[in-house]
């Protein structure tokens, strides 16, 4: 596999987003925003749409418009969270009505195609891809080290980190400006609407056995980026899509981490009750 140029550079991506993906989707699943990152890749479409209608690089516009949309949505949640929700809805719909309009209009021009950006295409990504996604993952991995206990204050309890001072809205924008780079840079590795799913699904599996902040992030990591070597793997032995291959494969994760989260909350259980029982036979005799 990896004696094609096209594959090592789609390994790459697979291992950019897999590992940056998971550390951004913990603070949304945090903050119960996990289907943000849905929203953005619907707002990303409508960049892909621009660029074809412009002649444009997809990649850098639909950076562009995706987070001017989530600085957008964290503006209005920021005033009310019921306006939030509904400014999240409409750019759901917004967002795919614009994409598939300007495609269309592209399209008297020229043959384009949004398939490869809403299901992803990891074959097809070149050199420049890399580069600009390499880079963009960087400049969000800097962002967050750099910011990274303001987010985590405010991801735990927003109210408690304004008392101490954290500004909470220009954390909660840079968090949402980080989800829509992180949805662009997947777009062509699990495609804009699965991408939210990789941000999502390992954090969700890794919480079933992880009891902190920092565990449930690392097992996230280890999941995500897991999944996405082995679903390019499939797509190139087995002949399937990588980018539906790595969400199944992340779904799988999570039933068996849920099972073991279970039984181990169970055991937890029988031995807390077991003491308590030891505790009184004790307390009696």
Known sequence: ????DFMQRALIAALVVGFVAPVIGVHLVQRRLALLGDGMGHVALTGVGISFLMGSSPMPTALVVAVGGSLLVELVRTRSRAAGDLALALLFYGGIAGGVMLSSFAATRRPVSLTSYLFGAISTVTRSDVKVLVATAAVALILLAVF????????IDSDSAAIRGIRVRAM???LSALAAVTVVIGMRTVGL???????????AASQQVSRSFRGTMLGAVVVSVVCCVAGVTAGFYASVPPGPAIVLLALVVFAVTAVVGVRRRKGTARNQVDR???ATVAGAT
């Open 1 to 4: 596999m990896l004696a094609y």
């Open 148 to 155: 990274g206990p303001e987010l985590l204050s405010l991801s």
């Open 172 to 174: 909660g924008m840079l």
């Open 193 to 203: 609407l699965l991408v939210s799913a990789i941000m999502i699904v390992p954090v």
């Open 276 to 278: 308590a029982a030891a």
